[in-house]
């Protein structure tokens, strides 16, 4: 006897994300973090139902084998959207609340450039950190400014769901393998990144620390992680979390 087909509801979607070292657990890819904090958001204010899917791109089952490469993925009743700036729209066009639009375009540049400047840094593209350090600096400078918790005001954005995850891969990453850490005097950024640490979305949605070293481990040009450090991003540890910046203990991270 075939098994009897269920109907989800109309307000349910499915979001397909990668798997991490495993091949079933949440794996630490920083657009698909991006969806699930907007899914988080829209679920708490507004009608929104939704279920994460991890996925193994080497190994997809056959229902999700023709989009595996295409993660993250959002799929709604019949409507399958591959194309990010397509799920951002069919989100909210579906789902309008809470609002996550912005219109700051000065918060949107300073933030162009500073993950492909970490992209090169990680991957040796470029040896140099003055390039990233640049783009981190505008970040810093115009949070300065600003003076709100977030990048366009006091709460999350679409831009923040975009920028957050990247800020944090490049801060977790780049100490990992580069040890390197965002300056102490850059304070607008660092008080950015504590206010992603504290909230309820970013910290559940958030990969561990090992997730995301094996993340960048796995791409060709990164350099390799330390010796010194491969006991402590250990994937079969406890997981670890990083988000007391500018209070780490020994080894920069916190055990939550």
């Known amino acids: 006897m075939s098994a009897k087909k269920v109907s989800l509801p109309s307000n349910h979607v499915e979001l397909y994300v990668k798997s991490g070292w495993d091949g079933q ?8 973090q991006r969806f699930y904090m907007i899914l988080d958001l829209k ?17 997809p089952t056959a229902d999700v084998k023709s ?3 295409k993660l993250p993925v959002l799929k709604h009743g019949d409507e399958v959207i591959m ?23 000065k918060a949107h540049t300073v933030c162009l450039d ?4 970490f992209n090169f840094f990680i991957k040796n593209v470029s040896t140099l950190r003055e390039p990233l350090l640049k783009e981190l600096h505008q970040i810093d ?12 005001g006091d709460e999350l954005t679409h831009l923040d769901c975009l920028m957050l995850p990247k800020l ?11 040890d390197f ?20 979305t970013f910290r559940k949605t958030c990969p561990s620390d090992q997730e995301i070293v094996h993340h960048w481990s796995t791409k060709g040009e990164t350099t390799p992680l330390p010796k010194s450090k491969q006991r402590f991003y250990m994937l079969e540890g406890t997981p670890v979390y990083s988000m007391d910046v500018g209070q780490a203990n020994g080894n920069g991270c916190t055990v939550l």
């Open 25 to 32: 657990s949440y794996g630490a890819c920083p657009f698909c």
């Open 43 to 59: 679920a708490q204010e507004g009608t929104l139902t939704f279920k994460v899917i991890t996925v193994n791109p080497a190994r």
């Open 67 to 69: 989009y595996a490469h």
């Open 83 to 105: 194309d990010s700036d397509e799920m951002v729209q069919y989100i909210d066009d579906n789902f309008p609340y809470p609002d996550l639009r912005y219109t700051n375009r």
């Open 114 to 117: 500073v993950f492909s400047k």
């Open 141 to 152: 400078s115009f949070m300065k400014t600003a003076g709100t918790n977030f990048l366009c």
């Open 168 to 178: 944090h891969h490049a801060r977790v990453a780049s100490e990992a393998f580069k």
């Open 181 to 200: 850490e965002i300056p102490s005097n850059m304070t607008g950024l660092l008080h950015l990144l504590r206010s992603a640490y504290s909230n309820e």
